[in-house]
Structure formats: structure tokens, C-alpha cells
């Protein structure tokens, strides 16, 4: 059997006040993945046959919590990669609290 994609996703999503990578993270695959419906995952009978590979961008990639950001996929075999990217500002001049913005790109292929 040969892997073969099926569908590339991007999402992008922020935390706001907390200044947490990992919520951010989280929000990005959220908004990717609630894009679109797979109706193909209807006809797949072992969702051991699906893979679904997160890419995603933020300023401080080591502070991702990897686990958090998978247990939001529903199905499939699941991996992640964190780099840099995405954008780190200021909430308010003057002020240390950051607003976070991360970017995801999701690519679910399946083994046909």
C-alpha cells in the first residue's frame, strides 16, 4: 500500500491574554480541522490507515505542550511538528503580557 494525501488544512489561532504557546497551538489546529468535512472517513475501515501530520508555527517552539495540541484530532495515526513562526506582541505598551499567534498546517493522508 502507498501513502497518498488527501487533504492539507491551514488554521491559525491565538491566546489572547495568557501568552500560552500551547493554547494558540491548539486554537490553529482547531481552526484547520473544523474547515471542512472528510465524508472519505466514512468509507475507511481502520483508521490506522489514516495519518494526520500538524505542522505548527510558533515564536517559542520548546514551550508547546505536543500532547495537548494531538489530543484534538478525532482519528488517525498523529504527529507534530512544532517550529518557529508564527507572532509574539505586546498586549498593551508598556506592559509584559504577550498575545501569542500560532499557525497550523494539517495534512491527513490515508494508506490506500
Request: glycine share 8%; aromatic share 6%.
Amino acid at each position: 500500500m502507498a501513502r497518498k494525501g488527501f487533504v492539507l488544512e491551514l488554521g491559525s489561532g491565538a491566546d489572547l491574554r495568557g501568552g500560552d504557546s500551547t493554547k494558540a497551538a491548539v486554537r490553529a489546529v482547531e481552526d484547520a480541522i473544523y474547515r471542512g468535512s472528510l465524508y472519505v472517513l466514512d468509507y475507511v475501515e481502520d483508521f490506522e490507515k489514516v495519518f494526520v501530520e500538524i505542522t505548527v508555527a510558533v515564536p517559542r517552539p520548546e514551550t508547546v505542550r505536543t500532547d495537548e495540541v494531538l489530543q484534538v484530532l478525532p482519528v488517525g495515526q498523529k504527529s507534530i511538528r512544532v517550529v518557529d513562526g508564527g507572532l509574539a506582541v505586546r498586549y498593551r505598551d508598556g506592559e509584559s503580557e504577550e498575545v501569542i499567534v500560532a499557525n497550523a498546517a494539517v495534512r491527513v493522508s490515508l494508506d490506500v
